[in-house]
């Protein structure tokens, strides 16, 4: 028995420890906002937190992530600075599909998190482990830069 | 309960289950999807036409909540607020008071449901128009009826019904019931608003009605379909189009944890159809069990008759038949004696390998059967396609095969083939009609995907003494999409040779188009913009290469082959197709080609001085019956390596519903052009894909992608035919962009991706 914290919840899971957190999350807790895209942490659609940092959850085994706190795009707007994402995304019409935004949103809240104004390079660094196939990249961009200004951040 | 009222149809009761058809009343309404005439176009053509009856779309609940209908699937291009958006503001709806919920698979309730090629809005803007007008005529009728005074003394504003003369007034919700039972009026006594009284039609202030769940994780998508008691598959297929599996041996498969069963999935063809390849399925309590149990499986494969397809020898035989005659498509004047006579003569090769959708969701569905009866959810471009070959699969009537659609993350095409929700409904079969769903890992989805086709582009110019052409050679060989449904298909079908070869309208007197035999060895299948994206890439780079030989301006050189402003037949052209329209309505209009090259020339500064190692490349393309230009400005450092500072893009689509939707199919069509341009590759060996994953198979990433993207919409008019807008954004960018790195460097990139053809 493994012992999660996700979203502030306890969360006891009976699975080999080498079970990667993402499908954890999607098939045993039924957190199905976190998403499957590549399996091999190359497409960042699968980003959670934990303990505040960005990871993959695709790759992380639930071993790595038990007794720390798991944040999934559930309860990202609980957090102002993702709740600040959240509404830059709708009003700047982000999203095509969007189903890539869910791991896009949990990769701009860490970044803005550590780096409030963030400039183009930060961004790009931040932001390049992610990949949107619908090619919504200059409004992610120019919507980390209003969460950023709502937030205080501007440059 | 009246038809027009229901209450809280949420997406979340939907999806489980809950049928639309005890809601809705669609019997007895004239069908009108089929005109009279021999040749129907357009929506009229499409399978189950379309529909315009306010009784399947529309409901209006007591508390005045409208609810929309959106039959069309939703993978990114806004269609689930825009098809809402028409109807609302035909309806005189407020906004804020407007739900979408999603039609099931059923086109004889709703019409034509196969989203694909750009068609959603150009086909259903005047039926879902007609469903608003009607709704609000029969909510007007109700107040009159209700007050007893004639009914031109009301009208329908803003979600209430007004009186005139005395200025009572009624909310929607208050007369949903008596309007319910009001007839729906006849299709001709329609009153359609002005275009001048839209409230939110072309006004661009609509934001997505999904956008806030699809930020908060609560968007739900094929993959996110969770049934009580579902066990979770992925399936082995085989690695080589046509192969099947010669032994098994699943001891080791079940003895992973978690992993509950190993069921074989029988092979249908080829020729693929839309039929799955098959394999063997494991099945356990999570989708990680049953990918471990996958890993144990011990499977050797007879690979058949594909096993030798090899990607870069097929290229080259390729490259043979485009230099050798073939057969004739299109023979205008007199090619070969006006080459004979030309000053000049130029010709070039290009070339387009097989590209993967690579959809951020792979392929996933989930399928149970219960008392004969089977459901399906998934993320599905075209539900009824998916509805029949589940039904013929498990031997049912369609009847009993419901198809519930979920949001699509990503669609691009490759969900228009269904192959994924039969495996489900064949698993779900094998344990007995428990719910089993399906999820295509990353390798799956781009070792056994539907592969945009690959193609070599020869094209030859006679051009006189100012450099002018005379004669045009172009020889298109390519697999054809057809080959997927018949072995015997080796020629580009109309509807291939109709996208940018035969049908390009250029002021040349003397052009021959010819296509060689192609034998397919893997599934070729739409991707979005299709053939496009070759013909474009070879005949706006060609253009630009006789511009250069020419020593004259690429744009302006552009504008003088596309010659003067002129509405040309596209039979005339050969083009039997015209992307299924009338020819009458939808002619090849070189004035709005012309207009969108002028356009996109003067917004990014063509013609400016830059700083060095920077260029800018034009081109243009006629597709979806729209017309898009864009300007790509590349900046190339003395490693090779390219950024792109910025691109402006002009379409001109005809009048446009939610313009900001528009945009953003342009900016996410640029992107995705300049992945096909710099990155993309599918390669095979030994009939073998051999990218893996997105660490071969490359896409843009933010860091690649163009720093700004600037759309001009040119104003289109609502009483004129509309243009599609998915797809026709896509096919300039690659020229466009090659034509930059020309500009920039004087290196010429003739065969894609780019990747390091420039690294110094």
């Known amino acids: 028995m493994i012992r999660l914290e996700v979203n502030g919840k306890r969360q006891n899971v009976d699975l080999p420890p080498e079970t990667p957190l993402l499908w954890t999350l999607r098939d045993e807790i039924g957190l199905t906002g976190t998403k499957f895209g590549c399996g091999m942490a190359l497409c960042g659609a699968c980003t959670v937190h934990v303990d505040g940092q960005a990871v993959r959850s695709c790759v992380t085994p639930i071993s790595a992530a038990a007794n720390k706190k798991v944040v999934t795009i559930e309860a990202l707007g609980a957090d102002p600075v993702g709740a600040a994402l959240q509404t830059a995304w709708v009003d700047m019409g982000v999203p095509q599909c969007g189903y890539c935004q869910v791991g896009q949103l949990m990769s701009a809240a860490a970044l803005l998190r550590r780096t409030p104004k963030p400039t183009d390079a930060q961004i790009d660094d931040a932001m390049s482990g992610n990949i949107c196939r619908c090619g919504t990249y200059t409004r992610i961009r120019a919507a980390i830069k209003q969460a950023a200004a709502k937030q205080g951040g501007a440059r | ?760």
């Open chain 2, 1 to 760: 309960m009246s038809p027009l009222i229901v209450s809280n149809v949420s997406r979340r009761r939907f999806l489980h289950g809950l049928s639309l058809s005890g809601l809705v009343l669609a019997v007895g309404y004239p069908s009108v999807a089929r005109g009279q005439q021999a040749k129907k176009y357009g929506a009229d053509d499409m399978p189950n036409g379309w529909v315009d009856n306010p009784l399947a779309f529309v409901s209006i609940a007591d508390d005045g909540t409208v609810t929309v209908v959106c039959h069309r699937s939703e993978m990114g291009q806004g269609v689930r607020t825009s098809m809402p958006l028409i109807v609302a503001d035909e309806l005189e709806a407020d906004w804020k008071r407007v739900r979408v919920t999603q039609a099931p698979g059923d086109e004889q309730r709703f019409g034509n449901q196969d989203t694909d090629g750009s068609r959603s809005t150009r086909h259903f803007f005047e039926p879902m128009r007609r469903c608003g007008a009607a709704a609000r005529t029969m909510l007007e009728s109700a107040a009159a009826e209700r007050w007893k005074v004639p009914v031109s003394e009301v009208e329908a504003r803003n979600h209430q019904v007004v009186h005139r003369p005395t200025g009572r007034r009624l909310g929607y919700g208050a007369l949903a019931r008596v309007a319910a039972g009001q007839p729906v009026p006849a299709r001709e006594t329609l009153r359609l608003k002005d275009p001048k009284q839209f409230r939110y039609i072309g006004k661009g202030q609509t934001k997505l009605l999904d956008g806030r769940d699809i930020v908060t994780g609560k968007a739900q998508y094929g993959i996110d379909t969770r049934l009580a008691g579902m066990l979770y598959a992925v399936v082995a297929r085989p690695p080589v189009y046509g192969g099947k599996v010669a032994s098994l041996d699943s001891a080791e498969a079940l003895k992973v944890p978690g992993v509950e069963r190993v069921v074989p999935i029988e092979p249908t063809g080829p020729p693929a159809q839309f039929n799955p390849v098959g394999g063997v399925a494991v099945l356990g309590r999570n989708t990680w069990a049953a990918i471990e149990g996958r890993r144990a499986l011990k499977i050797t494969w007879d690979d058949g008759p594909n096993g030798g397809y090899d990607s870069g020898a097929f290229k080259s035989s390729l490259e043979e038949s485009a230099r050798k005659p073939a057969k004739v498509v299109r023979d205008d004047g007199d090619f070969t004696a006006a080459a004979a006579g030309a000053a000049r003569r130029v010709e070039a090769e290009y070339y387009v390998p097989h590209l993967a959708h690579a959809t951020m969701e792979p392929p996933a569905a989930t399928a149970r059967i219960v008392n004969g009866k089977c459901e399906v959810w998934g993320c599905f471009q075209s539900p009824q396609a998916a509805r029949d070959l589940v039904a013929k699969r498990l031997g049912m009537s369609p009847d009993d095969v419901t198809v519930h659609v979920t949001l699509l993350g990503g669609g691009f095409g490759r969900k228009s083939k269904p192959d994924y929700a039969i495996e489900a409904a064949a698993l779900s079969k094998a344990v007995d009609g428990k719910p089993v769903k399906v999820t295509w890992t990353r390798d799956d989805d781009l070792h056994n995907s539907y592969y945009h086709t690959v193609s070599v582009e020869h094209l030859e110019a006679g051009v006189d003494g100012q450099g002018k052409p005379v004669a045009w050679l172009h020889r298109t060989v390519a697999p054809t999409i057809f080959s997927t449904f018949d072995p015997a298909a080796k020629h580009e079908a109309a509807l291939e040779l109709g996208m940018g070869v035969i049908n390009v309208p250029f002021a040349i007197p003397n052009v021959r188009i010819e296509n060689p035999e192609a034998v397919a060895h893997t599934r070729i299948g739409w991707f979005r913009s299709v053939s496009n994206i070759p013909h474009a890439f070879a005949v706006q780079s060609f253009v630009a290469e006789l511009a250069a030989a020419a020593g004259r301006d690429p744009k302006d050189y552009l504008l003088e082959v596309i010659g003067p402003a002129r509405r040309v037949s596209p039979e005339t052209l050969g083009d039997t197709w015209n992307h299924g329209e009338s020819p009458e309505r939808y002619p090849v209009d070189t004035g709005r080609l012309r207009r969108v090259v002028e356009t996109v020339a003067r917004e990014s500064g063509w013609g400016k001085t830059l700083p060095k190692g920077h260029g800018l490349g034009i081109a243009a393309h006629y597709s979806f019956v729209s017309y898009v230009a864009a300007v790509v400005e590349v900046a190339v450092d003395d490693k090779g390596v390219v950024t792109i500072p910025r691109v402006d893009m002009a379409v001109d689509c005809g009048a446009t519903v939610n313009p900001d939707r528009v945009r953003a199919q342009m900016e996410g069509a640029c992107v995705m052009g300049v992945g096909i341009a710099t990155l993309g590759e599918i390669s095979f060996k030994a009939g073998r894909v051999e990218q893996d994953n997105f660490n071969a198979y490359e896409v843009t990433r933010m860091a690649q992608a163009p720093r700004v993207i600037r759309v001009h919409i040119i104003p289109g008019d609502y009483g004129q035919p509309m243009g599609g807008v998915g797809e026709p954004g896509v096919p300039p960018i690659p020229p466009a962009l090659c034509n930059a790195i020309f500009a920039a460097t004087g290196k010429r990139i003739r065969h894609l991706p780019i990747r390091d053809q420039l690294k110094v």
